[in-house]
């Protein structure tokens, strides 16, 4: 682990969260994730991720992705996920695999009393590196609500578009267009100088 601090501890700061560059730690949710195989590393044809949810952890919405791969491999625990519609839950165990395909709906989240692990491996690579490490990045720097989600609306734009994420449940024309104009505002404003910092 980067820190021996509990992820409650305010004291966290956003060099604090970058000691090791691999592992990087969500001082407002409690998760950590640790970069197995970077984009650059992989010339953006992948991007692997280990991740430790606490108990209790909220992980993701459900959603699903235009273009992107994904897989879920659990190391270690109970991994709950909601898969292909709306009430579809499965729970993922120690050596449970799961592909999802684009457009595939999926969340997941951690019910247990336990901290789970598990494989997150994400083809093509994208831009997700950089939405998890702002997200992550942001949350160090005290810049999120309680959820963890970012509180600066054109800071929240930037790096949902690099998701390549759906949130279901609301029309997704409607999510493309507000996205699209929160985007163009940001990159008049030089907004995305405030997230270049999680990047490096």
């Not at 209790?56 to 898969?83: C, D, I, Q, W």
């Not at 929160?182 to 995305?192: F, H, M, S």
């Amino acid at each position: 682990m980067t820190t021996s601090k509990s992820y409650k501890d305010s004291s966290f700061s956003h060099d604090d969260l970058f000691l090791s560059k691999q592992i990087i730690i969500n001082p407002v949710t409690g998760d950590r994730m640790t970069i197995l195989c970077s984009t650059a590393d992989s010339n953006g044809e992948y991007f692997q991720v280990q991740f430790d949810l606490p108990p209790g952890a909220k992980g993701s919405p459900l959603h699903y992705h235009g273009y992107m791969h994904e897989t879920f491999e659990v190391l270690r625990g109970s991994l709950n996920m909601e898969l292909c519609e709306k009430g579809n839950i499965k729970t993922l165990r120690t050596g449970d695999k799961v592909y999802v395909y684009p457009g595939m709906y999926h969340s997941f989240w951690n019910e247990s009393n336990d901290w789970v692990t598990f494989i997150s491996e994400i083809r093509p690579a994208g831009n997700f590196e950089q939405f998890l490490k702002a997200w992550y990045g942001l949350a160090g720097d005290g810049k999120v609500n309680k959820d963890g989600v970012p509180t600066n609306l054109l800071q929240l734009a930037l790096i949902v578009q690099k998701s390549d994420t759906i949130v279901v449940g609301q029309p997704p024309f409607l999510q493309k267009i507000i996205l699209n104009i929160l985007t163009k505002i940001a990159r008049i404003l030089k907004v995305e100088r405030t997230l270049v910092k999680y990047w490096r």
